[in-house]
């Protein structure tokens, strides 16, 4: 197994921090994240000629036909930058989930536009109310219910719905299609609540949107591991410079341990995050318990350093005026985004039983 980076994912990865930090400055970031959507078109026709949009898409759809290990880079990047609006939504989630349940002509239709640049999409997952009444119901090719904290739902093109019956695509212009804002921790990824009353759908082909959905909580740490990097990264530049007692605090060995947990957790959560994107990309037996350890270890080790990174500044951590919150914000948020840690250690203890089960089986068959 080779455990570094190739030249290609070196260059890609030094590309897009280069690129994020001349187009996607912290100033942008703070002005996108003050405005009602995050969403700026500039920056999106941007992204998409680098050929962010189509990264991991097969060429006859206008993808780049890259594999699994580039997306997590360039996760990694935009969350070192913070990159507001809907690439995860877009990209990751519904593009994932219409390139494994659409047919060639359902991706030619929705994917091929996205990978271009020209359309945003979203996935509006299992998550609904309690009230039965509430709760997504199917006839005659139409929708009625209502589904929660789907992300950059307002400036989505396509909204691609996952439901117990199939997996279905829902022009965002379509009739009986409300939208409304949801409180958010993230300021930089808006939520809402979707509601559907008879509105028209289209059913994709399959239902194994499960793929999808590991690899967009694998590229969801990579994303982790980037703003995990930056708050190491702030923390320990405000060690080296501020002073206390005559010395910067970074001299004092309560403040090393800090920093030096906040750099383990970060590394350990980088190296789970690209074994997790291996895994997938190579179709490894263990690939769905390694996108799930990735996640399980990450939404603590991002609680842990955005505390520490806190306890560092102090008071300063969570003002305004101090980039660092933002992180920490981001990293709350993804904590509990597609399986909190308890949901994913659940998870993993069934994976584990279920092959032991059916190895037991065989042997015995056998």
């Not at 037996?285 to 990735?294: K, L, T």
């Not at 990293?331 to 659940?346: F, N, P, Q, V, Y």
């Amino acid at each position: 197994m080779q455990f570094g980076l190739s030249e290609s994912q070196k260059i890609l990865k030094d590309n897009a921090r280069r690129f994020f930090s001349v187009e996607c400055p912290f100033t942008e970031v703070r002005r996108l994240m003050e405005t009602e959507t995050a969403y700026d078109a500039v920056l999106w026709s941007k992204m998409a000629e680098q050929g962010f949009t189509g990264i991991i898409f097969p060429e006859e759809f206008g993808g780049l036909g890259l594999g699994k290990v580039e997306l997590i880079l360039l996760m990694e990047e935009m969350g070192y930058a913070l990159v507001p609006g809907p690439f995860f939504s877009t990209v990751v989630m519904a593009g994932s989930v219409l390139d494994a349940c659409g047919s060639a002509e359902q991706k030619k239709k929705y994917l091929e536009p996205i990978c271009s640049g020209h359309a945003r999409s979203t996935v509006a997952m299992l998550l609904e109310p309690n009230a039965a009444d509430a709760r997504i119901t199917i006839a005659s090719g139409r929708l009625t219910g209502q589904k929660l904290f789907v992300p950059d739902a307002a400036v989505a093109d396509t909204i691609v719905v996952v439901t117990s019956s199939g997996v279905f695509v829902v022009d965002a212009k379509a009739p009986g299609l409300t939208i409304a804002r949801m409180n958010v921790m993230d300021l930089t990824r808006k939520l809402y609540s979707v509601q559907f009353n008879n509105t028209p759908a289209e059913k994709l082909a399959t239902t194994r949107w499960m793929q999808a959905l590991d690899l967009a909580t694998a590229a969801l740490v990579g994303e982790m591991v980037g703003g995990m990097q930056r708050t190491l990264d702030i923390t320990v530049q405000y060690a080296k410079t501020r002073k206390q007692f005559g010395k910067p605090i970074g001299s004092f060995q309560a403040v090393q341990h800090q920093c030096a947990d906040m750099y383990l957790e970060t590394e350990s959560s980088r190296s789970a995050a690209y074994y997790a994107a291996w895994a997938l990309q190579e179709n490894a037996p263990d690939a769905a318990v390694a996108v799930s350890i990735a996640k399980m270890y990450a939404s603590d080790a991002c609680r842990n350093v955005g505390n520490h990174g806190i306890q560092v500044y102090g008071g300063m951590g969570f003002t305004w005026e101090n980039d660092l919150h933002l992180y920490y914000r981001r990293a709350k948020a993804s904590e509990t985004m597609l399986g909190d840690a308890i949901h994913h250690r659940e998870r993993i203890a069934r994976l584990v039983i279920d092959s032991r089960a059916i190895s037991a089986h065989e042997a015995k068959s056998a």
